[in-house]
């Protein structure tokens, strides 16, 4: 069974040496912010602060995944990833390690996942675990649900589970799916190890400690489903508006697997429209855009699992405006990371979509009209 121990409860340091020490931590913001005599309760310096210590919590966890997987009779094959594994590119449409050296999913050119750790067992499940310091889990469950769907699409011989590891003082862990399991630890501080970063005159280090065992395995080792992310896309949107009768077709949108697929990507684009036609509703001013400028149509799946139309503007190849409306009905405009994955999603379905996706405010409304009326008969 899989129980957490007493050593990673308390948080025992006795058997990990000085691992954590050899970490490399994002901390020049963190050492910046100190060099300028910023005061210690500033906001700026607790986030940054904390951001640091969930970095050290990740770490800390791992190294104690590992001992604990090595003596685990139910864990089968864990996961190598930091200084533990030997070092390969990311590589394409497979698990593999990052630059980082985290275990990632990737396409070519952007990382879709990324995973705290991972392991299987002697029943066929394979784990993927989340470790975090954050006291509300509301943000967390929006990323389970993505890897959980990505995991079942690439390892369909496996039962996909997750193990979550928070501190004690956590809220909404009995919210989490039926897949999840959940441990927690005594309250962190990674105070020691920024003293260790902070000193100047730094004692020498312990050699870095390996768990030599047949079960740990690289990334890379482990045979996967073919998943091709971008041409599963363009499959989606080309089914969904395929339909001879109807704008869209809603039986393949809430078929079982595609709704797996929807949990993955989050929204699927099935059209658009040209700016001039959706000014007022998204309140857009006057010569902000050209009037011709295409507005990328899609339907966001939302954590209650209700599905809204949302809207993009893409205006060059990394500046993508979001248009939304949250639970109130306020607009919501967000500017997308320029080097996240919707940013070059929508460069990619821009490309496929050719004058038959093209659509008008009618068509928007009775795409809003199905999608309500889904989402109520399911809730009934």
Sequence with gaps: MLEISK?????????ISDNLLHYDYNTRHLLSLIEKGIELDDPAYLSSYRSFEG????????????????????????????????????????????EKEQIVYRTKSREISEFDAM???????????????????LKLRRRLRKKYALLETIFPNYTIKALI??????????????YCKVWFTK????????EYI??????????KEKIRSKKMIEAHMLKLHPFRYYNTMSWITKSLRGHKNHIIDMKFLM?????????????????????????????????????????VIALEKKHSDEIVVTYYIQTNRKRLYLYSFNDAGKLQKEKKD??????????????LMDEKYELNATNIKTIKKLLKENYQRSKK
């Design 165 to 178: 590891i928070l501190n004690e003082g956590a809220t909404g862990a009995k919210q989490f799916p039926s």
């Design 255 to 295: 078929n079982e697997n595609i709704q797996r697929y929807h949990d993955l990507y989050n929204k699927f684009y099935v059209g658009f429209i040209a700016v001039k036609y959706v000014k007022n509703i998204l309140q857009i001013k006057d010569e902000e855009y050209d009037e011709n400028q295409r507005v």
């Design 119 to 137: 392991f299987i067992t002697k029943n066929n499940e394979l784990y993927f675990v989340e470790m975090t310091l954050v006291k509300s889990v």
């Design 55 to 98: 970095e050290v919590y990740e770490n800390f966890v791992y190294e104690k995944l590992l001992r604990y997987a090595e003596t685990n009779e139910d864990i089968d094959k864990f996961i190598l990833k930091g200084f533990h594994q030997n070092r390969h590119k990311a590589y394409a449409n497979t698990l593999s390690i990052s």
């Design 338 to 351: 320029p080097y996240g994955i919707t940013v070059t999603e929508v460069f990619h379905i821009n490309k």
């Design 7 to 15: 050593s990673i409860k308390n948080l025992q340091t006795d058997d």
């Design 198 to 207: 902070t000193t100047l005159k730094k004692r020498k280090l312990l050699p």
């Design 187 to 194: 309250e962190f501080s990674a105070s020691k190890v920024f």
